[in-house]
């Protein structure tokens, strides 16, 4: 936004409300205002709405509160120390979402190699430049 502090035409109070801020593809989040400014801090969510419903933009600032809540309580705790899933959301993203567990087998990316290596002995590797 072209105004990053707080607008006054003298003693007169505004409120600045950005018309566009571009195109949005999925999810932006602007932050406008300071923590000095009479107004305070506002924060707007806009979403592609191909890819997000209502719930699902709720969730995100549901998401942002908690880490702003975790944040100002032990501002000396890193962020990555903060959980943002709301109860349940880790399990049904870590498992839920996964699809079927298979088996893997206990052996290295080489040893794994070698083998397709000599399933396929005879097979191009690679292809650069359409050489080989």
Known sequence: MAFAGELAFGDSPT?????????????????????????????????????YDAREIESHQDRLIRVLEHVAADPGRPVGDVDVWAPGERERVLVGWNGEVRGVRGVSLPVLFAEQVERSAGAVAVVCGGGL
């Open 15 to 51: 409120h600045v409300h950005a018309l566009s801020t571009g195109p949005v593809n999925d999810l932006k989040i602007n932050f406008y205002g300071t923590a000095a400014s009479r107004a305070g801090i506002r924060v707007e969510f806009d979403a592609d709405p191909a890819l």
